[in-house]
């Protein structure tokens, strides 16, 4: 029998020390320097032990928040921002189920508690659940990953001396986490240890954990903005933004009205002034707008305004924070996307934050360098498969004028409970409170491949959208099925995006079965349910470097010979009025848990792990840049493709 203390340990853990629903759920505006605003980074080297697997609370039970981790044991140096796993040799390190601690000191300057200055701790994430303490007090609490954690700390520094932040992560997952895991405990003593247990999930990537993304120190003034909403509309050459600037003070905290006065001043790409505003709610309207377009749409896509926003007191604080902006409208009707009243169709990937020995642990050049292979490619788009990317990735998308498909952790629900639909909820809050400004993102996706064929998926999938629904009405909600078109959350969703793979997960090796099967099913989606579609994932595994003629399952051939099945579907598909887009699956390889079907990861990029192209990647190419009638642009080598596969 497992022993009841080691039960309770590893499951109850997760919800006790997270706080459930009552954690921090506002990772507040991003960290920006201002001529009010100073940021820090604590980024770098930080100390790392974890707790032993099988006494998750020793932590806990010997305060090891309330000293330097060097005092408590054994430690290592960890780097900050990336995921543990790989960043060793110990086996144990990768696999670790439960609780691991970080800490690191810091000084802050004098200058901060003499100007009576409010500091702000944030990381943007930290895989799964997060306690953080500042000389050994509690601040702030997180439940999920991938959405940002803050902390006002003023009140727990010292200004005379170090100070000591310390991070707990918990990357245990359960029936009613956000993903979802379960935890598996062996307790045939003939074949296991005493009290062995194993964690799985319904989801085919590795359970990276971690500090995932950077940690910064701020300061604000005592009055200071805690929000800004923006919206924005297109009426012939003008361009419309509406604005809400919500305050707040450390006195009062959040508040929209007092004796505090918000202005604006509208500056161009260039940074030369347009316009202003006063006031902290109302509508500026900019005649000859600048607009954001997608890629390859304009000559000058990804256009962006800039907000210098301004509060002010009758106590004389100022704050100031640069909001970006970029002015372009979404609609959607049965059969059709459009921006800017133009229909557009989606040409992209569906990718992953994976990269080797960093695992999700954001790295500012694999970003610059996935952004230039998706223009490269011709991609317009991509969806955040299977949970919020780093607000430097989305920052990217909306400067280099890329769409996105904004995807919550919802990866592979199944049992759909209130408690769950709770927190299902409260995440797709964060993150559309998280990236509700930003002009790249163009839908919602409340979730990948649940098990929506339970009847109980209609009311929790109806109760998701309608809450996101809620807070964000400009933009199109989706859900990424793969069930087949009768089932239970297509009903509530604007778009319809489908996960399809023909000829690999069945008729394995039969390509000329692909087209008869895409348009038929494609088509039935669209008939039952009179919504724009788009296939989300289609395509095959391959090994860089094989080849097999005839085309051979796993052979860089097969690979391309389904996608060229694919597009003549896709081709007669769009020709119907009703497919509005196509993203394959995938950008590039990626880590997955081990077993027997994978060898050393998920195969189905088109790029390597390490982003080379493999031949897919040039015949994707082609087809993107055709689609975008840009192929003049591509010389004769890419040319050459379209001759070999044409």
């Known amino acids: 029998m497992t022993p009841p203390w ?6 109850a853990l997760v919800w006790l020390r997270a706080g459930v629903l009552g954690d921090t759920s506002w990772g507040g505006l991003y960290p920006r320097e201002s001529p009010s605003r100073e940021v820090r980074s604590l980024d770098g080297l930080w100390n790392f032990r974890l707790a032993p697997l099988l006494d998750p609370d020793k932590g806990f039970r010997e305060h090891w928040y309330s000293q330097p981790l060097s005092l408590t044991g054994p430690v290592i140096s960890m780097a900050v921002p990336s995921s543990y796993n790989d960043i060793t040799q110990d086996k144990a390190l990768r696999d670790h189920i439960g609780w691991a601690w970080y ?31 500042v000389n050994g007090v509690e601040v702030a609490k997180h439940e999920g990953g991938h959405l940002p954690i803050m902390a006002e700390i003023s009140s727990h520094l010292s200004f005379s001396q170090e100070n000591l932040v310390t ?10 986490t956000i993903p979802q895991g379960s935890i598996h405990f062996h307790n045939d003593p003939t074949r296991y240890p005493a009290g062995y247990f194993t964690q799985s999930y319904n989801f085919d990537f590795t359970n990276y954990a971690g500090i995932h993304r950077p940690v910064f120190l701020y300061t604000t003034p005592r009055i200071y903005i805690e929000d800004i909403l923006l919206t924005t509309a297109v009426d012939g050459t003008s361009g419309i933004i509406n604005y809400t600037i ?5 006195q009062m905290g959040p508040h929209r009205l007092g004796d505090i006065g918000c202005s604006l001043k509208v500056l161009n790409q260039e940074k030369k002034y347009v316009t202003s505003a006063i006031g902290c709610r109302g509508t500026i309207v900019l005649s000859n707008a600048s607009l954001w377009w997608p890629y390859l749409m304009s000559d000058n896509p990804g256009y962006q305004y800039t907000l210098m926003v301004a509060v002010s007191s009758a106590s004389g604080d100022l704050d100031f924070y640069p909001q970006k902006v970029g002015i372009r409208s979404v609609g959607w009707n049965s059969t059709t996307l459009t921006i800017n009243g133009v229909p557009m169709y989606l040409r992209g990937c569906g990718k992953h934050e994976d990269a080797d020995i960093r695992g999700k642990g954001l790295d500012y050049p694999l970003v610059v360098k996935d952004f230039s292979l998706l223009k490269w490619l011709g991609a317009n788009s991509f969806r955040t498969s299977h949970y919020p990317y780093a607000e430097e990735i989305m920052d990217m998308a909306d400067q280099e004028g890329i769409m996105v498909v904004d995807e919550c952790p919802a990866v592979g629900l199944s049992g759909f409970g209130e408690v769950l639909m709770n927190k299902h909820i409260l995440v797709m809050r964060e993150l559309v409170r998280r990236d509700k400004n930003r002009p790249s993102v163009i839908m919602w996706s409340v979730g990948n491949e649940p098990q929506s064929n339970q009847e109980a998926a209609a009311n929790y999938f109806r109760s998701v959208v309608k809450a996101t629904h809620e807070d964000d009405p400009t933009r199109p909600v989706t859900c990424v099925l793969n069930r087949g078109p009768i089932e239970f959350a297509a009903s509530s969703l604007d778009v319809i995006l489908v996960n399809r793979y023909y000829s690999w997960y069945g008729d394995t090796g039969h390509l000329e079965v692909i087209k008869l099967q895409t348009i038929t099913e494609f088509t039935e989606w669209f008939v039952l349910h009179n919504k724009p579609v788009m296939i989300s994932e289609y395509g095959a595994g391959s090994i860089a470097g094989l080849h097999m003629d005839p085309a051979f399952t796993w052979s860089e051939e097969y690979q391309v ?20 887009g196509e993203m394959i699956w995938n950008f590039a ?5 081990q077993g027997s079907k994978r060898v050393a990861g998920n195969k189905k990029g088109v790029f390597t792990r390490n982003r080379q192209p493999k031949t897919a990647a040039h015949v994707l190419r082609w087809r993107y840049h055709s689609l975008a009638g ?3 642009q591509l010389g004769n080598r890419t040319a050459l493709w379209r001759h070999i596969f044409s």
């Open 6 to 11: 080691l039960l309770l340990a590893v499951l």
């Open 103 to 133: 800490d690191r000191s810091f000084y802050v300057p004098v200058r901060w508690q003499e100007d009576k200055l409010r500091v702000v701790l944030r990381l943007g994430s930290a895989h799964y659940n997060s306690i953080v303490y």
């Open 167 to 176: 991070v707990a992560i918990n990357n245990t997952l359960t029936p009613t």
């Open 246 to 250: 919500t305050t707040g003070s450390v």
């Open 561 to 580: 010979e389904l996608m060229l099945q694919n597009f003549e579907a896709f081709d007669k598909l769009r020709s119907q009025g009703f497919f509005v």
């Open 589 to 593: 390889d990626f880590a997955t848990p």
């Open 630 to 632: 840009t192929t003049q």
